[in-house]
Every structure is written in C-alpha cells, then in structure tokens.
C-alpha cells in the first residue's frame, strides 16, 4: 500500500477534508470528557523543527502523548537533516524507527524530498509555501462558529493582508470546500497567480469562488470570517519598513474596518500576531475573536491528523501473539540467570 502523507490539502479531495475534520470533532468530543482514545499506543513521532514554533510543538507532543504515543523533539543541530547525511538518508532511517514524521522546514523542498524517501507517513507542519495543519484547524474552527442558517460551503472568508504560507493554504482549502474567498492586499503582496489558478480549478468543482482585490472595505463587506497574519517572515526582515508603509493603515485589522462586516463576523489568526501591526488589540481581544479558540483546536487537530494518517498503519497483535514472545524473550532470560 502506498504510504500517504499530509504535504498539502491540495493533494485531497473534498470528501477527504471533510472525514478528516469529522474525525477532528469525534476526537474533541471525547477529549471534552476526558474520554481521549489511546488509538497510536506505543507508536512513535519524530518531529524535525528547522524553524522554533509553539502551537506546532506543544500540539503534535502533547496530541501524541494523549493518543498513548510518545514523540521525540529533534532540533537544528541535533541531527543532521541535508548536512551530513542526505534528507533521503534521514528519512529511510527515521522510517524504520518511527510511525510517523512531522518536518516544520524553511523550504517546502525539503519536505517534499523527505516525502519521496520516507516510508511512513509525512506529516508537514508548515514550509516557506504552505501550513496545512494550520488551515484544518482554521476550518475546524469555522465549523464551530457557524453563522445561524449556514454550512461551511455557504461561507464568506476574506482574508486581509500579505500572500503568506497560511493564505496560499486558507485560499486552497476553502475553495476545495466550496467557499467563497477574498484576499484583499496591496497588488504588489497579493496571492500569487499559480496558487489563484489552483484555486479557481478547485471552485470549478466545489462551485466556490475566489477573488484578489486591493480594498479591504469592498473585502469584508459579506465576510462571516475575517483573517489576518503577519506582514512579513523569515528572510523578509530587510522589506519592513516598505511593506509597513504599504499595509499601514489601509489593510490593518481595525474595529473600524471590523465594523464593515456583518455584524456576526468573526476575527481569525493563526498566531504569533505581531499586535498592534496587522491587528490591534482591540480586535485581537474583542468578543469577535476565536483566535484562541484556534489556538486550542491545533491540538485537537493534530490529534485527528495523527490517528487519521498513522492508525491505518498500526500493526494489532493478538494477545495471544504478544504473550508467546513475552513467555519465549522471559523464559530465555530466567535461563540464563
């Protein structure tokens, strides 16, 4: 069987999206209860951070360590990913030894070649091209704050700001869902046009819809979920004063560029937020914020994600199995004694 991986929502369908975020709020219902299913006992996670997160580390570890797994944090400098050892290396090796590997890296290059070695599944927790663990979250997190009257593919997301790794996969996966999506930017950090083409391929099949236009007001005028992120990344520190200069004030999330949304418009974003930059404060901790209500769902997220990819592949012995080779190693030992 063909090991599948998570390096993009593009790569599945509609019906998938949607049994994997089913699968999220079974999980979450039975967290709530205290009820978490030990479905990855005994299984293993690496996970290779190029770049330091909170939410993706503290997420995957603790999400394994409920499902009765255990994971393994490796760092820049621990191991020696593309510089000693090739990244094909690494990843046959870490496939014999674990059940599944998350690879937060700098270039999506990196995961992907990881991917065509590995022989588990590849899980990506974000690349300088996407983060698609982030927008399952983010869509899971729709799902919870529905309009009254709507379903997910009834929904209006816009979202404001730059063409980050987090826009690229939101634009990709509410069009797979059938959505209708806006990125308002300056035309110069709007979304780039091959990742508008995919998403126009993709509304051709879910019957969503996607717009780029450069007036945040025009944007959010019918939006049920507005969304911002940072203005700049790694590498990008030297372009800070000219893309403040070309965000500032026009595409800052403001209460008064709240207030031309629907009322019932909700505030989202995927953390670290730079407050007082891409949106104050007073809208980061308004009522219409669920930024932390995102924040917690990456757990339950990275939960769904695990027990979907890594469950198929779990080998079940019998008891009857497991207590012959635990008679035949402990008989063998009390010899020996």
């Given at each position: 069987?063909?090991?599948?991986?998570?390096?993009?929502?593009?790569?599945?369908?509609?019906?998938?999206?949607?049994?994997?975020?089913?699968?999220?709020?079974?999980?979450?219902?039975?967290?709530?209860?205290?009820?978490?299913?030990?479905?990855?006992?005994?299984?293993?996670?690496?996970?290779?951070?190029?770049?330091?997160?909170?939410?993706?580390?503290?997420?995957?570890?603790?999400?394994?360590?409920?499902?009765?797994?255990?994971?393994?944090?490796?760092?820049?400098?621990?191991?020696?990913?593309?510089?000693?050892?090739?990244?094909?290396?690494?990843?046959?090796?870490?496939?014999?030894?674990?059940?599944?590997?998350?690879?937060?890296?700098?270039?999506?290059?990196?995961?992907?070649?990881?991917?065509?070695?590995?022989?588990?599944?590849?899980?990506?927790?974000?690349?300088?091209?996407?983060?698609?663990?982030?927008?399952?979250?983010?869509?899971?997190?729709?799902?919870?704050h529905l309009p009254a009257g709507k379903s997910l593919s009834d929904l209006n997301v816009t979202f404001v700001g730059d063409a980050t790794n987090v826009l690229s996969s939101l634009?990709?996966?509410?069009?797979?869902?059938?959505?209708?999506?806006?990125?308002?930017?300056?035309?110069?950090?709007?979304?780039?046009?091959?990742?508008?083409?995919?998403?126009?391929?993709?509304?051709?099949?879910?019957?969503?819809?996607?717009?780029?236009?450069?007036?945040?007001?025009?944007?959010?005028?019918?939006?049920?979920?507005?969304?911002?992120?940072?203005?700049?990344?790694?590498?990008?520190?030297?372009?800070?004063?000219?893309?403040?200069?070309?965000?500032?004030?026009?595409?800052?999330?403001?209460?008064?560029?709240?207030?031309?949304?629907?009322?019932?418009?909700?505030?989202?974003?995927?953390?670290?937020?730079?407050?007082?930059?891409?949106?104050?404060?007073?809208?980061?901790?308004?009522?219409?914020?669920?930024?932390?209500?995102?924040?917690?769902?990456?757990?339950?997220?990275?939960?769904?994600?695990?027990?979907?990819?890594?469950?198929?592949?779990?080998?079940?012995?019998?008891?009857?199995?497991?207590?012959?080779?635990?008679?035949?190693?402990?008989?063998?030992?009390?010899?020996?004694?």
């Open positions: 069987m063909t090991t599948k991986h998570f390096i993009g929502v593009q790569d599945f369908t509609k019906e998938e999206l949607l049994d994997m975020l089913h699968t999220i709020k079974m999980i979450k219902d039975a967290d709530k209860q205290g009820c978490t299913p030990k479905l990855l006992d005994g299984a293993s996670l690496a996970m290779i951070f190029e770049e330091p997160s909170t939410r993706t580390r503290v997420s995957f570890e603790v999400a394994m360590t409920e499902l009765g797994g255990h994971a393994l944090y490796l760092k820049p400098g621990e191991i020696h990913l593309g510089v000693r050892e090739s990244i094909g290396d690494t990843a046959q090796v870490l496939s014999r030894m674990t059940d599944v590997v998350m690879i937060r890296a700098l270039k999506h290059h990196t995961v992907t070649s990881f991917a065509e070695y590995a022989t588990v599944p590849v899980i990506n927790g974000l690349t300088d091209f996407n983060h698609p663990t982030q927008v399952v979250c983010d869509v899971f997190t729709m799902s919870e634009m990709f996966i509410c069009t797979k869902l059938g959505m209708n999506f806006t990125h308002a930017a300056p035309k110069k950090y709007q979304a780039k046009p091959d990742w508008l083409k995919m998403a126009e391929e993709n509304c051709k099949v879910s019957g969503g819809t996607v717009r780029v236009t450069d007036d945040p007001v025009e944007a959010v005028k019918n939006a049920d979920f507005v969304y911002t992120d940072l203005w700049w990344w790694v590498d990008q520190e030297d372009e800070i004063p000219e893309r403040r200069a070309a965000f500032m004030p026009n595409y800052q999330v403001t209460m008064d560029l709240l207030s031309k949304a629907p009322a019932n418009c909700k505030v989202m974003h995927c953390l670290p937020a730079s407050r007082g930059v891409e949106a104050t404060d007073e809208v980061l901790d308004s009522p219409q914020s669920i930024i932390f209500d995102q924040a917690e769902n990456r757990l339950h997220t990275e939960k769904g994600l695990l027990v979907w990819f890594v469950y198929p592949n779990l080998k079940r012995p019998s008891q009857a199995l497991q207590a012959y080779h635990q008679g035949k190693i402990e008989a063998f030992l009390n010899e020996k004694r």
